[in-house]
């Protein structure tokens, strides 16, 4: 058994939420099944639905401070700032400010 962060996205309404979900599994299968049977609870609770995106990340130590949880390389021909504004600060983010 290790340590699976699993990432997928719920749409709700134009509203996208990406999440990652940590899972003690003895396989990446495991946990992405675990984490599609948790998504489903998810969305009765708070509405809208899975898309079709599972994306497994096995740890290589268990989870602490400061451990990565999840990983995922792009490659891109943006420049770090264009890239940073297409994929993560969109300005359609409902996020803190402080």
Known sequence: MGWCAVRHVIEDDGAFEERVTLWRASSEDEAIA??????A???????????????CYRLSEA?????????????????AE???DAFFDTGQELQRTE
Do not use: C, H, M, N
Request: aromatic share 10%; charged share 25%.
């Open 34 to 39: 675990r984490a599609e049977a948790e998504v």
């Open 63 to 79: 989870p602490a401070d400061g451990r990565e949880a999840f990983s995922l390389i792009r490659q891109s021909d943006l420049a």
């Open 82 to 84: 264009q890239y940073l």
């Open 41 to 55: 609870e998810y969305v009765t609770v708070v509405g809208g639905k899975a898309l079709d995106l599972f994306q």
